[in-house]
C-alpha cells in the first residue's frame, strides 16, 4: 500500500528565514509520481512541482527547491527566504503509474510571521 | 483556459439528505477525479472518472457515488447524508496527454451536514 507521511504538522517561522517542509513515502511500485501542493486558506489546491521515480535530480525554482533521494524515500521541499504570502497548509503526495490517483500526506500547516 | 469549476461552492443540508456536487473540468480533459478533505482524515480519494466511465474508487461506502457525461462533466452523490460527510469536496481534472498524473484541482464545495 502507498502511504506518504508528512510529520510536522505546523511551522512557524519569521519572514526572510528558510524553512523545510518533510516528506516521507512508501510504496512498492518502481514507477511512481512525487507531487507537492500548497493549499491557501481560499482551499484550492496549488500544483507546485512533480517528479517520477527514475529523476533524482534536485530542483529550484527561485526560493523554492526540492530534494528527491530515493535511499531514503524522502522529498523534501525548502523555501528560502520565506514570505508571508508563503503561509498555506502544504501538502505532499504520491501516484503509481497509469493511476489518477493521488494518496497525499497529511499537510504542514506553514506560517510565516511578519 | 477556464479551469476546473466546482458547484455549488457551499452548502448546507440535514442528515439523511441526499446531495449532489458537479464539477467542469477543464477544456479537453477527460478524467475527473474526486477528493475529500476533512481536518480528521485530511485528503482522501473517492473516485476517478475516465470517458463516463469509474477508473478507480476509494474505501468510501455505497452512500458515495458519481458519474460522468459526455462533455466530461461530472457529478458525484451522496446519499443519506451523516455528519461525518460535513467536507471539502475538491474535483481535479487530468489531460489525456502530458504530465502524467498530474491533475488540476477545482475550489471545493464545502458541504456542511447539520
Known amino acids: 500500500a502507498q502511504k506518504v507521511t508528512q510529520a510536522q504538522t505546523e511551522i512557524s517561522v519569521v519572514e526572510k528565514e528558510d524553512v523545510t517542509l518533510d516528506c516521507v513515502y512508501e510504496?512498492?511500485?518502481?514507477?511512481?509520481?512525487l507531487f507537492w501542493y500548497k493549499q491557501p486558506p481560499s482551499g484550492e489546491l496549488v500544483f507546485l512541482i512533480r517528479?517520477?521515480?527514475?529523476?533524482?535530480q534536485n530542483e529550484i525554482s527561485g526560493r523554492y527547491s526540492w530534494n528527491f533521494q530515493k535511499s531514503t524515500s524522502s522529498f523534501n521541499f525548502t523555501i528560502t527566504a520565506s514570505q508571508v504570502v508563503d503561509s498555506a497548509v502544504y501538502f505532499c503526495?504520491?501516484?503509481?503509474?497509469?493511476?489518477?490517483?493521488?494518496?497525499f500526506g497529511q499537510g504542514t500547516r506553514l506560517t510565516i510571521n511578519p | 483556459k477556464a479551469g476546473v469549476t466546482q458547484t455549488p461552492r457551499y452548502l448546507i443540508k440535514t442528515r439523511g439528505q441526499q446531495v449532489t456536487l458537479s464539477c467542469s473540468p477543464i477544456?479537453?480533459?477527460?478524467?475527473v477525479s474526486w477528493y475529500q478533505q476533512t481536518p480528521g482524515q485530511g485528503l482522501q480519494f473517492l473516485f476517478e472518472y475516465f470517458s463516463e466511465t469509474q477508473r478507480n474508487k476509494g474505501n468510501f461506502p455505497g452512500r458515495f457515488s458519481g458519474r460522468q457525461f459526455s462533455n466530461s462533466r461530472s457529478e458525484m452523490n451522496v446519499s443519506t447524508l451523516e455528519l461525518g460527510d460535513s467536507a471539502l469536496y475538491l474535483c481535479?481534472?487530468?489531460?489525456?496527454?502530458?504530465?502524467?498524473?498530474?491533475?488540476?484541482f477545482g475550489p471545493g464545495t464545502r458541504l456542511t451536514v447539520l
Open positions: 481535479a481534472s487530468s489531460p489525456p496527454v502530458g504530465v502524467r498524473g498530474q491533475q488540476f
Open positions: 510504496t512498492r511500485d518502481t514507477t511512481y509520481y
Open positions: 517528479r517520477n521515480s527514475f529523476d533524482e
Open positions: 503526495a504520491l501516484s503509481e503509474e497509469g493511476a489518477q490517483k493521488l494518496v
Open positions: 477544456s479537453g480533459h477527460r478524467s
